[in-house]
């Protein structure tokens, strides 16, 4: 009988939903694991399905870094950032538009459902500029990050034609500047300009963690629903922090350039996403202007 309250609760937001844009943005554990890669993948295409316009966008730092390591590539990191020499670069090419992008392609394809993958950089879809040297926390000195880039502008015009004729654009994380040069772009940020770019009814950010919580180590002390006065206000009082800030400070601007909602829920536990979509009380941290 469960089953049956939620898939009642279900049928009011399928019908809102239909023919409306979500930015999905898988990461981190979510596509370590293949197990959760594939149950992820199983909750996406029931989106789908449903007639909802997805596009999915996926990081990849953790194997990068592990690929970067077998190949001899330096991983160097300052105050908990990627620095992005030429050949960290070359290994983001290989990790995020070779194999997870066809790992995802695959698992997709096992569904039946049609998809696309391709890098920010194809078709100008994400224009950048090289991010300038800055001062970080944890550094002394001003550090250059190498090959990273801060997003200038999105060209929609090659995702809605994907979407247009029934297909998921599946986009990693890469941009290119005036010179044509590629630049490794933060996976949180490009869903976030992506979003904001389509005017997406939705962003999803899928993380390790269930969501916004108070006490980030007590699943209890999850914060269902959160407005930008009330973020501010957490961020400020140190209840959000670390890595946390600027999953929360991109939603804010999603939401400050026309997407409908941001939501932050975990990629870890089972059917989160559904879950978060399609039932009365949700399951993780839900983002709105007001």
């Not at 920010?120 to 970080?136: C, D, E, L, M, W």
């Not at 995702?159 to 996976?187: F, K, R, T, W």
């Amino acid at each position: 009988m469960q089953d049956i309250t939620v898939l009642r609760q279900a049928l009011p937001y399928i019908k809102r939903f239909r023919g409306r844009t979500f930015v999905v943005k898988f990461g981190g554990e979510a596509i370590e694991d293949p197990h959760l890669l594939e149950e992820l993948i199983d909750d996406l295409s029931l989106l789908y399905l449903v007639g909802i316009r997805v596009v999915l966008v996926h990081g990849g730092g953790k194997q990068a870094t592990d690929l970067a390591e077998k190949l001899g590539v330096e991983n160097e990191f300052v105050g908990g950032r990627r620095v992005t020499n030429e050949g960290t670069l070359e290994v983001m090419k290989m990790v995020l538009n070779g194999k997870l992008g066809t790992d995802i392609l695959s698992l997709l394809r096992k569904k039946d459902i049609k998809a696309i993958s391709l890098s920010g950089v194809a078709a100008g879809v994400i224009n950048a500029s090289r991010r300038p040297p800055k001062q970080v926390s944890g550094s002394d000195r001003e550090v250059d990050f190498g090959h990273v880039g801060d997003i200038e502008s999105v060209n929609t015009t090659p995702i809605e034609m994907l979407l247009d004729q029934g297909y998921i654009p599946v986009v990693s994380p890469m941009g290119s500047d005036e010179e044509g040069n590629v630049l490794n772009i933060n996976a949180d940020v490009a869903a976030s300009r992506l979003a904001s770019a389509l005017k997406a009814e939705k962003l999803l950010l899928l993380t390790g963690a269930p969501g916004v919580m108070e006490d980030m180590k007590d699943r209890t002390t999850l914060i269902s629903h959160l407005s930008e006065e009330q973020a501010r206000g957490a961020i400020a009082s140190g209840i959000i922090g670390g890595g946390m800030i600027p999953k929360v400070e991109e939603s804010l601007h999603a939401l400050r350039n026309g997407v409908g909602s941001v939501h932050v829920l975990s990629a870890v536990e089972p059917h989160q996403l559904l879950l978060e979509v399609f039932t009365e009380s949700g399951c993780g941290t839900m983002i709105e202007l007001k």
